[in-house]
C-alpha cells in the first residue's frame, strides 16, 4: 500500500554558543500521510539536536535556513542509519493503525435488523465502533 506524504515543521528550539548564535537545538513537526483511497494518519514528532556536535566549519547561519534543510536533518535522524535515533517504522506503525481505524468501521446490527428478520428495515440508531488493528 503506497502513501503520500507530508512532512511540516511546526517549530523550532534555538540556542546560543560561544562559537554559534541562534543554533537549532529542537524541532517540532508533523509527518502526515494519506493512502490511495484518500485516509489520512498523522504523527507529532520532536526531534533534538546537540550544539556540541554541530560542525562550525559548515553551519548554516539561522537567518538562511530553509524548512527542506531542517527537515532533512529530522528525516536523516528518524529514518537514518542509526539504530538508537531510528524509529521510522514505530512512525508508521502509529500512522497505519489511524489510517485503518477510519477505513474499516465495524457497524454493530441489532438483531431486528437482520436481514431476515421480519423488522429488518426498521429505523434503529447503530453505534459505530472502529475495527481494532
Known sequence: MGYT???KLTALRK???VNIDDAVVGTQWKLTATDED???GEFTGATPFSISTINTSSFTPYSELTEAQV???IKNHVSGSNPSTNYM???NGVIEKEIASKKWVKVEVAEVDLPWSPTSGSVTPYIAETAPV
Open 38 to 40: 484518500g485516509f489520512s
Open 5 to 7: 506524504f507530508d512532512w
Open 89 to 91: 517504522a514505530h512512525i
Open 15 to 17: 540556542q546560543q554558543s
Open 71 to 73: 527537515l532533512g536533518w
